[in-house]
T-cell receptor
Framework: QQQVKQSPQSLIVQKGGISIINCAYE??????FPWYQQFPGKGPALLIA?????SEKKEGRFTISFNKSAKQFSLHIMDSQPGDSATYFC????????????FGGGTRLMVKP | GAGVSQSPSNKVTEKGKDVELRCDPI?????LYWYRQSLGQGLEFLIY????????KSGLPSDRFSAERTGGSVSTLTIQRTQQEDSAVYLC???????????FGDGTRLSIL
């Protein structure tokens, strides 16, 4: 059962543009939603995270928007740069079930110069 | 400070052999997780250790997989009688406590011939 669905699978954006990646979840008990960035040959690195008591969180060029009623959350990368080219994973966590993360399928982002 | 360290970074072995993968978590982190990243299945949770509590083994795919964590620090993931479908990147993560952000190592790329 895929509990976190991520789209698109791949995304091409011009330098300076906005990259938008969407995730939807099924389990309403999820209460922590991180985004990870992964470069080839490296492990995922925590980028930004949100809890369902807020609708938006911004850190630099990265913003998470959260819609609890729709069970959706998204990552916006403003002023996208070639160095942002990586695979992005959304995830969700169920605190009372051991804190393991359930990941989306990933989005491969390419930012063209 | 050092991040999560995993060894070896790459492992090639023949089908049927046993393998051991090692994880050194960030110093002071009480929670440790193993995940598997493969092309077909994405990022999957395997097992979780928290302090001295019994591990959550709910993600282990078969009884050929086991893990231990000695002294609340280093962990070893063991795969017995390896199969070709075990080929994947095995990622370890640690967090300061339960419900804290998880930080990943760069993984061990396991190839079963």
């Amino acid at each position: 059962q895929q509990q976190v669905k991520q789209s698109p699978q791949s995304l091409i954006v011009q330098k300076g543009g906005i990259s938008i990646i969407n995730c939807a979840y099924e389990n309403t008990a999820f209460d922590y939603f991180p985004w990870y960035q992964q470069f080839p040959g490296k492990g995922p690195a925590l980028l930004i995270a949100i809890r369902p008591d807020v609708s938006e969180k911004k850190e630099g060029r990265f913003t998470i928007s959260f819609n609890k009623s729709a069970k959706q959350f998204s990552l916006h990368i403003m002023d996208s740069q070639p160095g942002d080219s990586a695979t992005y994973f959304c995830a969700a966590n169920l605190n009372n079930a051991g804190n393991m993360l359930t990941f989306g399928g990933g989005t491969r982002l390419m930012v063209k110069p | 400070g050092a991040g999560v360290s995993q060894s070896p970074s790459n492992k090639v072995t023949e089908k049927g052999k046993d393998v051991e993968l090692r994880c050194d978590p960030i110093s002071g982190h009480t929670a440790l997780y193993w995940y598997r990243q493969s092309l077909g299945q994405g990022l999957e949770f395997l097992i979780y250790f928290q302090g001295n509590s019994a591990p959550d083994k709910s993600g282990l795919p078969s009884d050929r997989f086991s893990a231990e964590r000695t002294g609340g620090s280093v962990s070893t993931l063991t795969i017995q009688r390896t199969q070709q479908e075990d080929s994947a990147v095995y990622l370890c993560a640690s967090s300061l406590h339960v419900n804290q952000p998880q930080h990943f190592g760069d993984g061990t790329r396991l190839s079963i011939l």
